[in-house]
C-alpha cells in the first residue's frame, strides 16, 4: 500500500502541466541576435552604421599592411605579416588577397543591407544614417576597383574590372552627397574617384567643393583598443608585443612610426581622409593642364597645410633598425639618405631612437618644403616633387601601393566557390612592368653616415606617367 | 487536429527526468525471507592467493555479495537457491551448486580473452563480451594502480591498445589530444564523450571559449576530473560500437565505475607517494636551455582509502591531497580530491548505488610557444644569441637569466578549478529477468583564471619603455559548467530453447550548460590583483546550452550461447539541430560468432591449442552534433568605441544536423596456447558523411563562415592488439602486450566548398581539401639550385600528413612469487609529419642548422620555404616504469593486511625521428574561434603537429608506500 502511494504520488507530479514549467531541460535561449530581433528595432540604423564603421577598420586591418608591404615604403625583414607582396610576387593563392577582398566585400554587403532592410524597417532612423551606409558601400567599391584588378560586384558574380567599380562608386556617393549636401567627406570621395578614373575636370571639382566646406577636414578609421579591432597596422610599426618587424624606407624613417601606442585603451587611428588629398589632386590637375606655376602654389599650400597637422612625441626605443640586426639599417640622425644613386644625400630623413622621445607627424608630414618646390620648375620635377609628397603624406595608408599602380587578382577562394570566376585575367595581379621586384632595395654599410635606395620610384612614375597603370591625369 | 511534435517529444523528455528523479526518492523497505546462510573462501588458481572483491551472487537473483579483503565471503541466500554464481574481471566465471552445503570454497582462474566479462556498452545494464560483435576495452583497478598519475588521460595514455593519447604541454592541467580511428570530424575535437558511473562529465578538453592565451597550452576538464576510487575504465570506440550512445558519441565513450564497498569492517588505505619532478631537456637544441628553466621540483602525494560495510550497505570513501612544486620556477600545482560511494541493497529488488568525487586543482603556469614572453623557449629558438657562445656574448647569457628571473618572479598566471560530480543509480528487479535502471546525476565545474601583466613585468621583457606605468592588465576568466543527465532503461533477459535473448529499451537526456565571463582591466595601476584598481574594464561573455534527449532500444540475442546477433537503433533530438531537422536515426547492427566453442572444432582443436576463436562484424552509425547555436542566423552585436556596432553574423542554417559516421568492421579474438597468446584484429571502415564544415561561402558575399554539413570523411584501417603470457611459472609470470593501429585518413568531398584551414600559421597550417588527410600541412615547397638558390617554389604544396598513419602501445607485466612485479608501458607512432617551429624561429635568429641553403636564407621569404621545416613525428616513448614489491603476510602480523612498496619512473625515455622538437607535444591547434572567423568556440578539432615552444612531460621519480590495514 506505501510502495502502491509514493507510485500514485510520483506519476501526479510526473503528469502535473506545472511540473513541465518547473523544469523544462530542451528550453535553449540562443542569448544572441538575430536579424529579426534587430530590423526595425530603434535606434538600429545608427547602431548599424557603427558597425559600417567598424568593418572599415577591419577593411584597413585587410588591406593596409600588405599595400605597405607592396610598395616601397615598408620592407618586412624577419615577420609573419605578408612577405609575398614585398618582392611583388602577389598571387591569387595568397590568403592576405582573400582577406582584403572579404572584408571589402563584408562593408560593401553590410551596407547594401542597411540600405534595403535596416534603414527602411527603422522609424528612428536619420537621413544621415542613410547617406553614411551610402558612403560606405561607395567605399567599398571605391577600394575594390584600386586595389584589384577584376572583382565581382555582387555576390557571386562574374569579375568586373577595376573601373565598373569605381564607376559604381560614384552613383553611391552622389547619393550620399544628395541626402546629405555639403559634406566634405563624400565630396572628397568623389574627387578620389574621379581621380582614380582620370577625370581631372571632375576630380578638381569635387576637390575643391571639399576644401570649401572644410579646409582641415580629416576623417579617420578608429581603433579600438578594449574590445578590438585592434590597429594591426600599428602592431606591425611600433607593438613590440608580437613577433613583427617592419622597416621604412630610410627617406621616410622620420615619418615612422606614424601608429604607437597612445595608452593600454588608445589605439592610434588611421585618417583614410583627409583634406591634404584634395590639393594634393588639383595640384596634379594643374600640372596635367601644364599650369606649373598654379601647381607650384597648390604644392606649397600643401606643405602650409601639413605643417599645421600635430606631430606626437613617444618613445620608440623599443624598436630597432631592425629588431634582430640592430644598426644594419640607418638609425641615427648622422645618416644621410639619397633616393637613388644619382640623387643628392640628404640630411634630417633619419631619426635616433635611443636618444630619448621622437616627434612623429600622425597625420600628414613631408620633408618637401616651399623652397625645394621654387627650385623645381620642369614639369618632371614638380610631378616627382608631388608623388614624394603623395608617398610622404600618405605613408602608412596604403596608398603608395595604388600610386604604383599595383593591382591584386581575385582570391582563390572566390575562384573555387564562385563558378563566374574565369581562370586568366581573373586571378592574376597587374604589376606594371617598369616596377622593379627589389623596390625597396638599399645599400648602407652598418656603422657608416650614407644610405642609398636603390630606385627613386617617384621619378620612374613620372618617367612612365603615360602609362595606363600611373599617375591617372597622364 | 495537428500535433505539435516538438513539444510532445519535450513533454516525453520532462517526464524521463521525472521518472528518474521519482526514483531517486523512492524508498522501499523489505524484509528478507529466511533461508540459510553460506561462506566460504574464493583464491586465485594461479598463485593460490585469495581473491578479493569477487562477485558472489545467487543465480538469477540480485542476492549477494563481494569476498572481503582475505577472499571470504557470507551470505544469506533463499531456501529455493541452488547455484551460487562467482565472476570477477578478468577471471573466469564460475558457478557451484550449493547441495546443502554452507561452505563453498571456489578457485577461479584467470581469462587472458575476458570473453566472459561482463561490459556496458551501451545504455543497458552490462551484458557479457561474448555476445559483442565489437570490442570494449577494460583498464581494470589493477592496471590503474601501477600508474601513479593524477589525471584520467595521463592514467589511460599507453593502457587503451587502440588509442593513442597525447599530452599536448607539460605544464599543469593542459590539454591532450586523444585520437582512436583518425580524425572523423573537420570541427569537432576527438575527444571521446564521458561518463562516471552513468552520468555524462564535462569532456572539453580544448581551449575554453573564453580563455588566456599562454601561445598554446589551454587548461583541459580532463585535468581535474575526480579519479580517485576507479573500479575500471571502459572504453567503446567511436562508430559502431556507440550507435546507443547517439549524436556525440562518433569519438567514442569512456565510462568510468566507481568502486563498490566489500562487506565487513573498515578496510583502510593508506598510500604516500613522494618524488622528483624534473623537466626533459631531450628535445633541446642547446643545453642551456635546461640549465636556465628548470629545476627539480618535489612531488608529494598522500591518499586515504576506508571502504566496508554489512551485506546490504557497502561504502567507500577515499581522498587524495596533491602538490608538486613544479620543474620550473613559478609552475605548481595543488590537487585536493575526495571520492565517496554506497551501495544499498534496499530490498532483494532495489539497489541504490549513489556515488559523489569532488576536486580542487590550483596551478600556475608560465607563458609559452608562439609568445614573445616564453623566456625559455627563447633560448632554444636562439632569442638570446647562439647559447654556444655566450661565453663570447656574456650579455646575451645575463640578458637570459634577467628575462628569465623576471618572467619567474613577476608573471602571473593562476588557474583554480572546483568540480563536484555526483551520480545515482536506482535498480528495480521487478522480476528475476528484468532490470530497470535509473540514473540520474551532475557535473559542475567552475574555474577561474586569472593573468595579471605588471607594468614591471612589460618593462622587464622589453615589451614596453622603461618608465611605463599605465599599461599593466588583468584578465579574469571564470567559467561555469553544469551538466545534469538522467536516463531510464529497462532490460529484459530471457531464454527459450537454445536460444537466449537481451533486450533493452530506454531514453535518455542530457543538458549542458556552459557560461563563461572574461572581465578585463587595462591602465591597471602597479601593484593591484583587483580589476578594480584600473582605469578601463570590459567584459565578454559566452553561453553554450544545449540539450540532448533521445530513445533507443538494442536487441541481442544468442543462439546455443556461440551464435550471436545485435541489432539496435536510436532516435536523437537536440537543440542544435536545424529548425528544419527533427529526430535523428542512428541504426546498429552486428553479428558474432565463438567458433571455439563449436564442438566439431573442440573435437578437432584441442583448448591446449586454440582457447578461443570468435569472429565478429558490425555496423553501426553514431554522430558529432554541431555547436549550439550554430543554425541560427545572427547579427552581431560589437562593442565598439563605446557604442554597439550591428554586423552581420553567421548566416544560420535551418538544416543543421549532426555529422554522422557510419562504421563497418569486422574481425576476430583468438586465444592460442592455453590462452599464453591471445589476439584481436579488427578491420574498420569508417565514413563521416554530412561533416560538418566551417568552410568559407566565396569572399564576394561578404558571409561569415557557417557550419554546414558539406563534407565526406573516410578512416580506415586496422586495430590489432596481442598479449603474450610469455612465463606463467610457480614464481614467475610475465606478460607482454603489444598493438598496433593503422589509419588512412581522406577527405572525399568537401560538398563543393573550397578549401579551408584549422589554424596553424599564415605560411604553413592544416588544411582541408578532397583527397588529402584531414588538416594536411600545406605550405611552400622550395626546390633549391645547385648553389643554393631558391630554384623554385611550389606554392600550396602537400607538405605533409598530421595524422599518423600507425601507432599503438607496448606493456610488460611480470611478477615474482606475487610479491614482485614491475611494468613497464610506453607507446608510439610513426607515418605523420609536424612543423619544427622551433626551427624556423632559429632560422630567424640566425642559430639554426644547415637545411637552408646560405643563398636562400633571406628571412624576408621564409613563407618560400615552408617546406624546409616539415620533419617525420615519430617517436616511441616509455611512458611508465613501476617496481613494486609486496611485503610477505606473515611478517605483517595482525596489524596491516597488506604493504606494498613502488618505486616508479614516469617519462623515463624518448625516442624520437625529429630534429630538437617533441613531436607530441603542440604548441598551437587548440583553437577558440570556428574555422576563418572570430567566433568563440569551443571543443574544435585539434590537428596537433605544431611542435614548439611547450615542455613535454615531465620526468618524475617517485616512491610509494601503501599500507592497508
Same mark, same amino acid.
Given at each position: ?337 639619397? /633616393? ?8 634630417? $630623413? #633619419?631619426? !635616433? @631612437?635611443?636618444?630619448? &622621445? +621622437? ?91 650614407? /644610405? ?8 620612374? $612614375? #613620372?618617367? !612612365? @606617367?603615360?602609362?595606363? &597603370? +600611373?599617375?591617372?591625369?597622364? | ?965
Amino acid at each position: 500500500m506505501k510502495k502502491l502511494l509514493i507510485a500514485i504520488y510520483f506519476l501526479s507530479v510526473c503528469f502535473l502541466p506545472t511540473a513541465c514549467d518547473f523544469l523544462n531541460p530542451t528550453e535553449v535561449i540562443n542569448p544572441n541576435l538575430t536579424d529579426q530581433s534587430v530590423i526595425g528595432t530603434v535606434g538600429s540604423a545608427e547602431r548599424w552604421v557603427i558597425g559600417l564603421q567598424r568593418q572599415n577598420a577591419l577593411v584597413y586591418n585587410g588591406i593596409v599592411d600588405i599595400a605597405e608591404l607592396g610598395s616601397d615604403n615598408y620592407v618586412n625583414t624577419e615577420t609573419f605579416f605578408n612577405q609575398q607582396f614585398d618582392g611583388l610576387t602577389i598571387s591569387y593563392q595568397d590568403p592576405d588577397v582573400n582577406t582584403a577582398q572579404f572584408t571589402i566585400a563584408d562593408l560593401r554587403q553590410s551596407a547594401a543591407f542597411g540600405i534595403e532592410e535596416v534603414f527602411p524597417a527603422d522609424a528612428s532612423a536619420e537621413v544621415t544614417d542613410q547617406a553614411e551606409m551610402y558612403f560606405y558601400r561607395g567605399w567599398a567599391k571605391l577600394l575594390s576597383g584600386e586595389l584589384f584588378r577584376r572583382l565581382p560586384l555582387e555576390p557571386d558574380g562574374p569579375a568586373v574590372p577595376s573601373v565598373d567599380h569605381l564607376q559604381s562608386a560614384i552613383t553611391d556617393f552622389q547619393q550620399a552627397d544628395q541626402l546629405v549636401p555639403g559634406n566634405a567627406s563624400y565630396q572628397l570621395a568623389l574627387a578620389r574617384v574621379y581621380y582614380d578614373l582620370g577625370n581631372a575636370a571632375e576630380a578638381s571639382q569635387h576637390a575643391q567643393a571639399a576644401i570649401n566646406i572644410d579646409p582641415e577636414f580629416l576623417r579617420s578609421v578608429e581603433y579600438d583598443a578594449l574590445n578590438a579591432p585592434t590597429s594591426d597596422m600599428q602592431d606591425a610599426l611600433f607593438d613590440r608585443g608580437s613577433f613583427d618587424d617592419l622597416q621604412p624606407l630610410p627617406r621616410l624613417d622620420f615619418l615612422d612610426p606614424k601608429y604607437y601606442g597612445r595608452s593600454a585603451s588608445e589605439e592610434s587611428p588611421i585618417y583614410f581622409q583627409k583634406i591634404e588629398e584634395a590639393h594634393l589632386i588639383i595640384a596634379e590637375a594643374q600640372l596635367a593642364a601644364g599650369q606649373l606655376a598654379e601647381a607650384q602654389a597648390t604644392m606649397k599650400n600643401i606643405v602650409a597645410l601639413v605643417q599645421t597637422r600635430p606631430l606626437e612625441s613617444f618613445s620608440d626605443a623599443a624598436e630597432d633598425r631592425t629588431d634582430d640586426n640592430p644598426s644594419s639599417r640607418p638609425d641615427s640622425t648622422i645618416v644621410e639618405v639619397r /633616393a637613388s644613386p644619382q640623387d643628392p644625400f640628404r640630411a634630417g $630623413l #633619419v631619426l !635616433n @631612437r635611443q636618444g630619448g &622621445e +621622437v616627434s612623429v607627424p600622425v597625420v600628414s608630414g613631408t620633408s618637401v618644403t616651399a623652397a625645394y618646390i621654387d627650385t623645381q620648375n620642369t614639369l618632371e620635377g614638380l610631378l616627382e616633387t608631388l608623388y614624394l609628397m603623395r608617398q610622404e603624406i600618405f605613408i602608412a595608408e596604403g596608398r603608395r601601393f595604388i600610386d604604383l599602380g599595383i593591382k591584386m587578382p581575385v582570391s582563390e577562394t572566390e575562384l573555387l566557390a564562385n563558378s563566374d570566376i574565369q581562370q586568366g585575367e581573373d586571378i592574376q595581379a597587374l604589376i606594371p612592368t617598369f616596377l622593379p621586384t627589389d623596390m625597396d632595395a638599399i645599400e648602407f654599410t652598418p656603422g657608416s653616415t650614407q /644610405a642609398t635606395i636603390k630606385y627613386n620610384l617617384n621619378r620612374i $612614375l #613620372v618617367e !612612365n @606617367r603615360a602609362s595606363a &597603370e +600611373v599617375v591617372p591625369f597622364f | 487536429m495537428r500535433i505539435n511534435f516538438t513539444n510532445c517529444v519535450s513533454h516525453c523528455t520532462r517526464l524521463l527526468f521525472w521518472v528518474a528523479c521519482g526514483f531517486l526518492t523512492l524508498n522501499v523497505t523489505q524484509v528478507y525471507a529466511q533461508g540459510q546462510t553460506i561462506s566460504g573462501k574464493v583464491t586465485s588458481a594461479e598463485s593460490g592467493e585469495p581473491l578479493p572483491g569477487v562477485n558472489v551472487i545467487v543465480k538469477g537473483t540480485t542476492t549477494g555479495t563481494v569476498t572481503d579483503v582475505d577472499g571470504n565471503y557470507r551470505l544469506n541466500v533463499p531456501a529455493d537457491a541452488d547455484i551460487l554464481s562467482y565472476t570477477f574481471i578478468g577471471l573466469k566465471a564460475k558457478e557451484a551448486a550449493i547441495e546443502g552445503r554452507s561452505v563453498i570454497d571456489v578457485v577461479m582462474e584467470s581469462d587472458v580473452t575476458e570473453l566472459s566479462e561482463i561490459v556496458v556498452t551501451g545504455q543497458g545494464s552490462g551484458i557479457s563480451k561474448k555476445r559483442l560483435a565489437t570490442t570494449v576495452d577494460v583498464v581494470s583497478s589493477e592496471d590503474l594502480a601501477n600508474t601513479p598519475m593524477v589525471r584520467i588521460d595521463q592514467v589511460l595514455q599507453s593502457k587503451l591498445p587502440n588509442t593513442q593519447i597525447q599530452l599536448s604541454s607539460g605544464q599543469p592541467g593542459t590539454t591532450s589530444i586523444i585520437r582512436t580511428r583518425g580524425i572523423a570530424s573537420a570541427l569537432v575535437s576527438t575527444t571521446p564523450i564521458i561518463y562516471v558511473d552513468g552520468v555524462r562529465v564535462d569532456n572539453l578538453n580544448t581551449a575554453s571559449a573564453l580563455s588566456n592565451d599562454t601561445g598554446g597550452a589551454q587548461s583541459s576538464t580532463l585535468a581535474d576530473l575526480p579519479i580517485e576510487n576507479i573500479e575500471r575504465v571502459e572504453f567503446v570506440k567511436g562508430g559502431a560500437a556507440t550507435t546507443l550512445y547517439g549524436a556525440d558519441a562518433a569519438n567514442g565513450v569512456i565510462q568510468i565505475f566507481t568502486k563498490k564497498g566489500q562487506a565487513g569492517a573498515a578496510r583502510v588505505t593508506f598510500e604516500t607517494q613522494m618524488g622528483a619532478i624534473e623537466g626533459t631537456s631531450d628535445y633541446f637544441k642547446f643545453d642551456q636551455t635546461g640549465e636556465l628553466a628548470f629545476r627539480t621540483g618535489f612531488l608529494q602525494s598522500h591518499r586515504i582509502g576506508v571502504n566496508g560495510g554489512n551485506e546490504n550497505v557497502t561504502y567507500t570513501f577515499s581522498g587524495n591531497i596533491y602538490n608538486d612544486n613544479g620543474f620550473q620556477e613559478a609552475i605548481d600545482n595543488t590537487r585536493f580530491s575526495l571520492r565517496n560511494s554506497i551501495n544499498a541493497q534496499l530490498s532483494p529488488k532495489f539497489n541504490y548505488f549513489g556515488s559523489l568525487g569532488f576536486t580542487n586543482n590550483q596551478f600556475t603556469r608560465l607563458p609559452n610557444a608562439n609568445n614573445s614572453r616564453d623566456v625559455y623557449y627563447g633560448v632554444d629558438q636562439g632569442g638570446f644569441g647562439d647559447p654556444n657562445e655566450w661565453d663570447e656574448n656574456p650579455e646575451n647569457r645575463e640578458e637570459a637569466i634577467r628575462v628569465q628571473e623576471a618572467t619567474s618572479d613577476l608573471y602571473d598566471l593562476t588557474e583554480a578549478v572546483s568540480r563536484f560530480t555526483t551520480s545515482h543509480n536506482f535498480t528495480y528487479n521487478p522480476i528475476e529477468e528484468v532490470t530497470i535502471k535509473a540514473v540520474i546525476g551532475l557535473d559542475s565545474r567552475n574555474s577561474r583564471t586569472q593573468e595579471i601583466l605588471t607594468n614591471a613585468y612589460q618593462i622587464a621583457i622589453g615589451e614596453v619603455p622603461e618608465g611605463t606605468v599605465d599599461q599593466g592588465t588583468i584578465d579574469n576568466y571564470t567559467r561555469n559548467f553544469l551538466s545534469t543527465t538522467g536516463s531510464l532503461t529497462a532490460q529484459y533477459e530471457a531464454s527459450l530453447n537454445d536460444f537466449s535473448f537481451i533486450t533493452v529499451v530506454g531514453g535518455q537526456f542530457f543538458r549542458n550548460d556552459d557560461r563563461q565571463i572574461n572581465a578585463a582591466a587595462s591602465n591597471v595601476v602597479e601593484g593591484s590583483q583587483s580589476i578594480n584598481n584600473a582605469a578601463d574594464n570590459t567584459a565578454e561573455d559566452f553561453i553554450y546550452t544545449v540539450t540532448n534527449y533521445g530513445y533507443f532500444a538494442k536487441e541481442n540475442i544468442g543462439f546455443l550461447d556461440r551464435y550471436f546477433v545485435d541489432f539496435g537503433f536510436r532516435i536523437d533530438y537536440n537543440t542544435g539541430f536545424g529548425s528544419n531537422v527533427g529526430g535523428q536515426f542512428f541504426p546498429s547492427v552486428g553479428a558474432s560468432y565463438v567458433l571455439s566453442d563449436e564442438p566439431f572444432f573442440t573435437n578437432a582443436i584441442p583448448t591446449s591449442v586454440i582457447s578461443t576463436l570468435k569472429l565478429r562484424a558490425t555496423y553501426g552509425e553514431a554522430g558529432n552534433f554541431p555547436p549550439p547555436f550554430a543554425r541560427d542566423p545572427q547579427i552581431n552585436a560589437n562593442p565598439y568605441l563605446g557604442g554597439t556596432a550591428f554586423q552581420p553574423g553567421q548566416p544560420g542554417d535551418p538544416n543543421l544536423k549532426p555529422e554522422r559516421v557510419q562504421t563497418l568492421e569486422f574481425g576476430g579474438d583468438l586465444s592460442l596456447l592455453d590462452d599464453r597468446i591471445g589476439v584481436g584484429i579488427t578491420y574498420y571502415d569508417q565514413k563521416t558523411t554530412d561533416a560538418l564544415f566551417t568552410a568559407p561561402y566565396a569572399p564576394s558575399t561578404g558571409d561569415e563562415n557557417q557550419t554546414r554539413n558539406l563534407g565526406e570523411i573516410s578512416n580506415k584501417g586496422f586495430e590489432i592488439s596481442t598479449n603474450f603470457l610469455v612465463l606463467n611459472s610457480e614464481s614467475w609470470t610475465m606478460n607482454i602486450g603489444a598493438s598496433i593501429n593503422t589509419v588512412e585518413n581522406e577527405v572525399l568531398s568537401t560538398g563543393g566548398a573550397p578549401e579551408f584551414n584549422l589554424g596553424g600559421f599564415l605560411f604553413l597550417g592544416p588544411f582541408v581539401k578532397e583527397g588529402l588527410p584531414v588538416g594536411y600541412l600545406r605550405g611552400s615547397k622550395p626546390t633549391f639550385g645547385p648553389n643554393g638558390e631558391l630554384a623554385s617554389v611550389e606554392e600550396n604544396a602537400n607538405l605533409g600528413n598530421p595524422i599518423p598513419k600507425g601507432f599503438g602501445n607496448l606493456s610488460l607485466n611480470a611478477t615474482y612469487k606475487n610479491r614482485l612485479s614491475l611494468y613497464i608501458g610506453g607507446d608510439y607512432q610513426y607515418g605523420s609529419q609536424s612543423v619544427n617551429v622551433n626551427e624556423v624561429l632559429r632560422f630567424f635568429n640566425g642559430v639554426a642548422d644547415d637545411r637552408v641553403p646560405e643563398a636562400s636564407s633571406d628571412p624576408n621569404q621564409f613563407f618560400n620555404l615552408a617546406g624546409v621545416w616539415i620533419e617525420d613525428a615519430d617517436f616511441l616513448k616509455i611512458r611508465n616504469i613501476t617496481l613494486t614489491y609486496t611485503l610477505p603476510s606473515q611478517i605483517l602480523e595482525n596489524v596491516f593486511s597488506n604493504i606494498s612498496v613502488s618505486f616508479s619512473a614516469l617519462n623515463p625515455l624518448n625516442f624520437y625521428s625529429a630534429t630538437n622538437f617533441d613531436p607530441e607535444i603542440t604548441g598551437s591547434g587548440a583553437r577558440a574561434t570556428l574555422p576563418g572567423t572570430n567566433t568563440s568556440a569551443q571543443n574544435l578539432v585539434n590537428i596537433g603537429a605544431f611542435g614548439y615552444g611547450t615542455f613535454s612531460q615531465p620526468r618524475q621519480y617517485l616512491g610509494t608506500l601503501k599500507l592497508t590495514f
